[in-house]
């Protein structure tokens, strides 16, 4: 575009300078003031784009910010409520030890009770882990060792943590398989894990 003008500037002139009648000449000028002038608004135009383009681009909106972690020095971990899903009594105590187990070793508490530990009254700032049954199935450990494919054991509890005040902190299903090689109480295992991860998470 600026070589096109200049060119035009160009031609102006030398219309101007060129010898022609009085009439001829006052045209010529006005055709080279003319040209000046769009050449004039046309840079002028250019600086203005070029300024709309360097300008800084508006901020973006700030990022959503995280959701605020919990916080408690001490968790005392109940019992496996059965509820109206039978699980055998294996399972049970399986899934309470294993959780006891992970949850220790995750370290985000730096006091992890059984149930009726009466330290834990000690603890202002104590959160409490409910677990209740809400599905199992019983797999086969033969099928899962045969086929790979089939004889899944699965157990399904419900996880919450509250404070001493009764607010629910933490509402969650966590679900643990074992649905290749291994022995059916692997799935509490399996949920276990889970349960310390959804801790850790939330703490």
């Given amino acids: ?3 096109q003008i200049m060119s035009g ?24 003031a003319l040209l000046v002038a769009i050449g004039a608004g046309l840079l002028g135009g250019g600086r203005l784009l070029a ?16 959701a ?29 030890e294993y959780v006891i187990r992970e949850v ?7 006091h992890v009770y059984r149930s009726g530990d009466r330290a834990a009254s000690d603890a202002a700032d104590l959160v409490t882990l409910r677990m209740k049954v809400k599905g199992f199935m019983r797999g ?3 099928t899962r060792d045969v086929t790979t494919v089939a004889g899944a054991t699965s157990v399904d509890l419900g996880v919450q943590v509250s404070s001493r005040d009764g607010k629910v902190l933490v509402d969650r299903d966590v679900e643990g398989k074992v649905r290749f090689f291994g022995g059916n109480l692997r799935a509490t295992y399996n949920f276990s894990k889970k349960v310390a991860k959804v801790l850790r998470q939330s703490f």
Wanted: net charge positive; proline share 10%; no cysteine.
């Fill in 1 to 3: 575009m600026t070589k």
């Fill in 9 to 32: 500037l160009a031609i102006g002139s030398r219309l101007v300078s060129t010898p022609r009648s009085g009439r001829s000449r006052r045209v010529a000028l006005s055709l080279a």
């Fill in 51 to 66: 300024g709309a383009g360097s300008a800084a681009p508006s901020p973006s909106a700030s990022p959503t910010p995280a």
């Fill in 68 to 96: 605020e972690r919990l916080t408690a020095s001490a968790i005392q971990i109940e019992p496996v409520e059965i509820g109206d899903v039978k699980m055998p009594p294996e399972f049970r105590v399986a899934v309470y």
């Fill in 104 to 110: 220790s070793k995750s370290g985000e508490f730096q």
């Fill in 140 to 142: 086969s450990e033969w």
